[in-house]
């Protein structure tokens, strides 16, 4: 298959296109490069980015699923990025990710993407960025990313967003880890999922004054959105949240700011995965003694290596 085929997918909007392109950038093949540098790249600023970050269980991809509904009602094509921290062997909640969005299977203006972060050789930034790009060219005008918040790659993904939604739920136990865990101070928009089991109130109140106290949210911001996505109580309100975060962070900057962070998070990912090999090569090839400072063998072979590119 050429590149040329696959650019012609991706305007065609036909969603096998797309994943055929997404594949060949997860697999680093040689194509990747020549259809990355051919996409129109002006179509990911059109598109509205949506994190929706929360612990397992939470809900968040029943949620997604709804959020779906809504904006295919607008006639919206939607791309999801369904980014899973676990084994890609188990695969367990990649495939519970899948069903719960079941209800869009057949809906040509739905892609599901899913991407392992582990067994990765570079960051999550880079190829989940190709991926939206890819999903934008594609005509994707929302790309949600939905993600277990653990772990510094996947808090660099939330940074890749324009808006985010922290999901937690009662009887999940860990909420307060989640929110200690920084989650609460990168949220956008809070929400209590499962509003119909015991103990959503209470979290949500606890979730309203840990907030608070932060003193980074403004009144409007420690405001708890609650849900029940299993019966899609609370959507309407969710989503005029959304919009309400999205016009204030276009009329304040705050989005251009956003995005601008996010490229550069980008090249920086890029540039990690593209120097990795040839260091790793240098390193199994490197008669060195192992003595003193490995820092200081770092910093040589960083030298040689920036000779090598330079020439
Ligand atoms: N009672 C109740 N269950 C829900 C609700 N939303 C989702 N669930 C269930 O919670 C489980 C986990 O949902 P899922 O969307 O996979 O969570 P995720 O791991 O955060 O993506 C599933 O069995 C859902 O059917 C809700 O509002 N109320
Ligand atoms: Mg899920």
């Known amino acids: 298959m050429k590149s040329e085929d696959i650019l012609k997918g991706l305007r065609d909007r036909d969603p096998r296109g797309i994943g055929r392109a997404i594949s060949l950038v997860e697999e680093n093949d040689p194509l990747a490069d020549e259809i990355l540098s051919s996409l129109d790249h002006s179509l990911i600023d059109q598109t509205t980015i949506l994190g929706i970050t929360g612990p397992p269980g939470a809900g968040k991809s029943t949620l997604t699923d709804r959020i779906i509904t809504k904006y295919r009602s607008q006639g919206r094509r939607v791309g999801v990025i369904a980014v899973d921290p676990s084994s890609p062997i188990s695969g367990g909640a990649i495939l519970g990710d899948r069903v719960r969005m079941m209800g869009h299977a057949l809906d040509q203006d739905v892609v599901v993407r899913s991407m392992a972060t582990r067994g990765r050789l570079g960051g999550l930034c880079a190829a989940a960025g190709a991926a939206m790009r890819i999903l934008a060219a594609g005509g994707c005008s929302i790309i949600i990313i939905e993600t277990v918040g653990v772990g510094q790659s996947e808090m660099?993904?939330?940074?890749?967003?324009?808006?985010?939604?922290?999901?937690?739920?009662?009887?999940?136990?860990?909420?307060?880890?989640?929110?200690?865990?920084?989650?609460?101070?990168?949220?956008?928009?809070?929400?209590?999922?499962?509003?119909?089991?015991?103990?959503?109130?209470?979290?949500?109140?606890?979730?309203?004054?840990?907030?608070?106290e932060s003193g980074s949210k403004d009144k409007d911001k420690a405001k708890v959105c609650m849900t029940v996505a299993s019966e899609g109580k609370g959507i309407?309100?969710?989503?005029?949240?959304?919009?309400?975060?999205?016009?204030?962070?276009?009329?304040?900057?705050?989005?251009?700011?956003?995005?601008?962070?996010?490229?550069?998070?980008?090249?920086?990912d890029w540039a990690l995965e593209m120097i990795k090999p040839s260091i790793i090569e240098r390193i199994n090839a490197w008669d060195h003694d192992r003595k003193g400072a490995p820092r200081r063998h770092a910093a040589k072979l960083l030298e040689q290596e920036c000779l090598r590119i330079s020439e």
Not at 159 to 183: E, H, S, Y
């Open 156 to 212: 660099d993904i939330i940074r890749i967003a324009d808006i985010t939604a922290l999901v937690l739920a009662p009887g999940l136990g860990d909420d307060i880890q989640a929110m200690k865990a920084g989650l609460l101070e990168v949220a956008d928009i809070l929400i209590v999922n499962k509003a119909d089991c015991a103990g959503a109130d209470t979290l949500a109140m606890d979730m309203e004054s840990i907030a608070r």
């Open 236 to 268: 309407d309100d969710l989503i005029a949240a959304i919009e309400a975060v999205d016009a204030s962070h276009r009329e304040s900057g705050e989005r251009r700011t956003r995005r601008d962070r996010a490229y550069d998070l980008e090249v920086l």
